[in-house]
C-alpha cells in the first residue's frame, strides 16, 4: 500500500513549456485534489475530483487542467508554464467524495519555471 | 466565495507555555474542520479535526473548539515541546460544494527549548 504517489518530485520548465504531473493512490479513494503551496499563502486548491469522470476548479485553476479517467490517477497539466506557476505542489486524496473525511498528502513536486 | 483565514502567521513561545492559533471561515454551510502540520520539506498530516455537531474535541496535549455562530474555531496546544515547531494549517470543508477543502494561510510555530 503505497498511499499517495507524485511524479516527479523536481523539475524545471522553461516559460511556454507543458508538462504533466502525475499522481496515483492505491487506496480506492473516490476524492482527490491538487495544491499548491507558496509562501505565506498556504495551500490553494487547484482542481479537484468526487469520483471518476467527475472535476471541478478550485480557488486559483487557471493556466492548469486536469481529467479523472480512473479512480486511482489524477494527473495535472500545465498548459503553458509561466514564473508565476513556480510553486511546491502537493497531490491528496481522501475517501468520501462528500467530504469530511481525512486527506492523505503525497510527497510533493516542486516545480521551477524559469 | 469560500475564504479561511488564519492567524497568526507566526508565533514563538516558550518550551512548556500554551500556543493558540485561531481561524475563521466564510460559508456558514462548512461542516468539517482538520488542522494538519507540515514538517520542514515534509507533507502535511492530520492532528486532529471536529465536525460542526461538536463544540470541542481533545487529543492529548490538543484541542479544537469550534464556535459556529461566530464561524470561527481554534487549535490550542498546551505543556509545548520543541517538536510542536512547524507550520500549521486550518481547513474548512464546504459540504454543500462536493466536499472541497479550503485552508487557511499556516501559521509557523516556534517553541523555544
Known amino acids: 500500500n503505497a498511499g499517495v504517489t507524485q511524479t516527479p518530485k523536481f523539475q524545471v520548465l522553461k516559460t511556454g513549456q507543458s508538462m504533466t504531473l502525475q499522481c496515483a493512490q492505491d487506496?480506492?479513494?473516490?476524492?482527490m485534489s491538487w495544491y499548491r503551496q507558496d509562501p505565506g499563502m498556504g495551500l490553494r486548491l487547484i482542481h479537484y475530483?468526487?469520483?471518476?469522470?467527475?472535476?471541478d476548479q478550485g480557488e486559483v485553476p487557471n493556466g492548469y487542467n486536469v481529467s479523472r479517467s480512473t479512480t486511482e490517477d489524477f494527473p495535472l497539466r500545465l498548459l503553458s508554464a509561466a514564473p508565476s506557476q513556480t510553486s511546491v505542489y502537493f497531490c491528496?486524496?481522501?475517501?468520501?467524495?462528500?467530504?469530511?473525511?481525512?486527506?492523505?498528502f503525497g510527497s510533493g513536486t516542486q516545480l521551477s519555471v524559469l | 466565495g469560500e475564504n479561511v483565514e488564519q492567524h497568526p502567521s507566526t508565533l514563538s513561545v516558550q518550551e512548556g507555555d500554551s500556543a493558540v492559533i485561531k481561524c475563521t471561515y466564510s460559508?456558514?454551510?462548512?461542516?468539517?474542520f482538520p488542522w494538519y502540520k507540515q514538517e520542514l520539506g515534509k507533507r502535511p498530516q492530520l492532528i486532529i479535526d471536529?465536525?460542526?455537531?461538536?463544540g470541542e474535541k481533545k487529543d492529548q496535549r490538543i484541542a479544537v473548539t469550534l464556535n459556529k455562530t461566530a464561524k470561527h474555531f481554534s487549535l490550542h496546544i498546551t505543556e509545548t515541546q520543541p517538536e510542536d515547531s512547524a507550520v500549521y494549517f486550518c481547513?474548512?470543508?464546504?459540504?454543500?460544494?462536493?466536499?472541497?477543502?479550503?485552508f487557511g494561510q499556516g501559521t509557523e510555530l516556534s517553541v523555544k527549548p
Open positions: 491528496a486524496s481522501s475517501r468520501s467524495g462528500t467530504g469530511g473525511e481525512k486527506l492523505f
Open positions: 487506496m480506492n479513494h473516490e476524492y
Open positions: 460559508d456558514s454551510a462548512s461542516n468539517y
Open positions: 475530483s468526487v469520483g471518476a469522470g467527475i472535476t
Open positions: 481547513a474548512a470543508s464546504f459540504y454543500n460544494q462536493g466536499g472541497k477543502l479550503i
Open positions: 471536529i465536525r460542526s455537531n461538536v
